[in-house]
């Protein structure tokens, strides 16, 4: 994605961390996934858009949950630093997670 920077920080069954530097006017599409998702804003401003929720301004120390299966989406108004967090590991969490490059378990909890 253009303008992203990500990097997954830890990866087991249970929890996925990735971290992503997103550069300003960067946009991250409207996309789920079947984890529960909290992205914590650490530095810059990021517009967080939840379908159902509408959108949100997140500055550092902000964060927002989004359930499994909620679409969502993003802008990075300034550069901003991101940390998101999902649980459980998803097969779509893992896949990400194998194509950035982080040693994770062979298959995600109950797969």
Same mark, same amino acid.
């Given at each position: 994605?253009e303008?992203?920077?990500?990097? =997954?920080?830890?990866?087991?069954?249970?929890l996925v961390?990735?971290?992503?530097?997103i *550069?300003?006017?960067?946009?991250? $599409?409207?996309?789920?996934? @079947?984890?529960? *998702?909290?992205?914590?804003c650490?530095a810059?401003?990021?517009?967080?858009?939840?379908?159902?929720?509408?959108?949100?301004?997140?500055?550092?120390?902000?964060?927002?949950? =989004? $359930?499994?299966?909620?679409?969502?989406?993003?802008?990075?108004?300034?550069?901003?630093?991101?940390v998101?967090?999902?649980?459980?590991?998803?097969?779509?969490?893992?896949?990400?997670?194998?194509?950035?490059?982080?040693?994770? $378990?062979?298959? $995600?909890? @109950?797969?």
């Open positions: 994605m303008g992203v920077c990500s990097r =997954i920080t830890y990866c087991s069954r249970d961390v990735m971290e992503s530097r *550069q300003r006017g960067a946009r991250v $599409p409207k996309h789920s996934h @079947g984890s529960v *998702q909290a992205t914590f650490l810059g401003r990021l517009l967080l858009g939840i379908e159902g929720r509408g959108e949100r301004v997140l500055s550092p120390g902000d964060y927002e949950v =989004i $359930p499994p299966g909620v679409p969502h989406w993003a802008v990075a108004l300034e550069d901003s630093l991101v998101d967090v999902n649980a459980p590991l998803t097969r779509d969490r893992l896949e990400l997670a194998r194509r950035l490059g982080a040693d994770c $378990p062979e298959e $995600p909890r @109950g797969a």
